[in-house]
């Protein structure tokens, strides 16, 4: 390439430099002029996030690798690539495995990477990430062209500076990654991103930040699986309060016997078993934030002693007179339909109100287009790192099939479905390989649309019995009760939802009639 040819393919990105772009477009094309002056047949910016690298934009490669999240101790050609201060070339016999086998769009076969380049990015001075470049054709790249990335580099951490330049303007936000760290440490945890690129994933985000920044309650509503106590997370990572904990209860998982003294705390015998004095969740949520998961659950009783401290923030210890002072923001979270249970009477209206301030709906799975794809990448990766493996990937009829597919199990499903269906192919193969690629029929997709689940239960055929009324109405009782609970995996709460039943009366009915 001439110096003008290559000035004139270097122009558009410098004047963008100055413009406001959105993020992605700005990366895409950083990555397309690259791969104009370098030919490859994949190219990919990624950024550095403690000990992991993010894609932020590929070229070349699966929709799927940007839901990946590569561990640099598990990608030896990344740790090379990060060590190093200018372009590194790997040698086409290397026998360090190559992250990118397997993921070059468009191929099922041959999918090994053969020619594979890449350079860090430094920002400040500090390591900011990588741009990689990889072939299929083990003499695509020369020494020489490691100069012209070395120089490309220098423009690609210009571009980067400068797109993080004009959103930390635009947002007037502290620094994400500085966030993220308080968080994780907030919780103990690795922090767990939401990924999506369709629009209504890139609402919820928007709404998230809206909130996030107020102390209003928040009522996170949405189907099963579709990930709320993500967004409960995302939501106290971006209050004020995000330095301090986030407490969780799942109020379906206890009986009402013990939701007051998981909730408000308790003092030694206070009731039996009450050996000590002990902190509910209330107060050891002090500063931050409460998140109540399945709240459609909590008995009325309950939800009146929950509102008198959402009203106060005072509270009483199970057994005690004495009043403690809480400061708790509070995030709830259910897939029932509240304001039909507040109209049924199975639910306070005053409690309802006062837990939907700002109320948040989580959009479905099939909702989000092709963020299946970059799910499933997420997923993938965890599975290829769980497993052991070089590569796990999908075939394209398998893209295909995860995209034609209804997914009334949501995130969940997907999550569950990968991991299933990568154990299961890992079985029927003779030889351990390098790449495992899934197909549509390792994934064992319903090929037809699945209907989700509507609100009137499925019945059962009953078996008609002799004897008196009341034998035959408690006989029927029993055959529908037991045919629900097989449905939901004897899932009381989830059974009870659907016949219309709270979770207790639910309970009380089925040891009147001898089922427990």
């Not at 966030?179 to 994780?184: D, G």
């Not at 609402?203 to 409960?232: F, H, M, P, Q």
């Not at 991991?419 to 549509?440: E, H, T, V, W």
């Amino acid at each position: 390439m001439t110096a003008k040819s290559l000035l004139t393919a270097l122009l558009p990105l410098v004047s963008d430099l100055s413009r406001e772009l959105p993020e992605g477009e700005r990366y895409r094309r950083l990555l397309e002029t690259m791969r104009a002056l370098l030919p490859c047949d994949a190219a990919a910016l990624l950024r550095l996030d403690g000990e992991w690298l993010v894609p932020l934009a590929v070229d070349g490669l699966s929709t799927d690798t940007l839901g990946r999240r590569f561990k640099i101790s598990e990608h030896p050609r990344f740790e090379a690539l990060l060590s190093s201060h200018g372009p590194t070339r790997f040698a086409a016999d290397s026998d360090l495995p190559d992250p990118y086998d397997g993921l070059v769009e468009g191929l099922d076969d041959h999918l090994e990477v053969h020619d594979c380049m890449g350079c860090p990015l430094f920002i400040d001075e500090r390591p900011w990430g990588l741009l990689t470049l990889d072939a299929l054709d083990p003499e695509q790249f020369q020494p020489i062209e490691l100069d012209a990335l070395q120089a490309f580099a220098s423009l690609a951490a210009a571009t980067v500076n400068a797109a993080e330049r004009i959103e930390r303007l635009a947002n007037r936000a502290e620094d994400e990654h500085q966030r993220a760290e308080v968080y994780r440490q907030a919780n103990g945890q690795q922090n767990r991103e939401m990924i999506g690129q369709s629009k209504t994933h890139k609402r919820l985000v928007e709404e998230i930040n809206l909130v996030g920044g107020s102390d209003l309650t928040v009522l996170i509503t949405g189907e099963t699986g579709v990930g709320k106590e993500l967004v409960a997370q995302a939501i106290h990572a971006a209050s004020a309060r995000a330095d301090k904990p986030i407490i969780s209860l799942n109020c379906a998982a206890l009986p009402d016997t013990l939701v007051e003294s998981e909730l408000f705390g308790h003092v030694r015998g206070a009731f039996t078993g009450a050996m000590n004095d002990r902190r509910g969740k209330f107060e050891l949520a002090n500063g931050g934030t409460l998140f109540l998961d399945e709240v459609g659950e909590l008995s009325l009783t309950v939800q009146a002693k929950l509102l008198r401290v959402l009203q106060s923030g005072q509270l009483q210890r199970l057994g005690s007179d004495k009043e403690h002072t809480v400061d708790v923001r509070l995030i709830a979270a259910t897939n029932r339909d509240l304001a039909e249970e507040v109209r049924n009477g199975r639910y306070r209206a005053d409690f309802y109100h006062r837990l939907s301030v700002y109320p948040l709906l989580v959009p479905a799975l099939r909702d989000r287009g092709r963020d299946v794809l970059l799910l499933s990448g997420f997923f993938l990766e965890q599975n290829r790192s769980r497993m052991g493996l070089n590569s796990l990937r999908l075939n394209s009829d398998a893209q295909a099939a995860l995209l034609a597919y209804n997914w009334p199990g949501n995130v969940r499903e997907l999550e569950h479905l990968i991991g299933r269906s990568a154990l299961k192919a890992l079985g029927n193969c003779k030889d351990r390989p390098k790449i495992l690629s899934l197909s549509a029929a390792d994934l064992d997709l319903p090929t037809g649309s699945v209907e989700v689940l509507t609100e009137q239960p499925v019945v059962s055929p009953v078996t008609l019995v002799a004897g008196d009324l009341r034998e035959a109405t408690e006989n029927y009782q029993r055959q529908l009760i037991s045919a629900c609970l097989e449905r939901h995996h004897n899932n009381w709460a989830s059974a009870a939802r659907e016949l219309g039943l709270d979770r207790a009366n639910l309970g009380r009915m089925a040891k009147r009639l001898g089922m427990k």
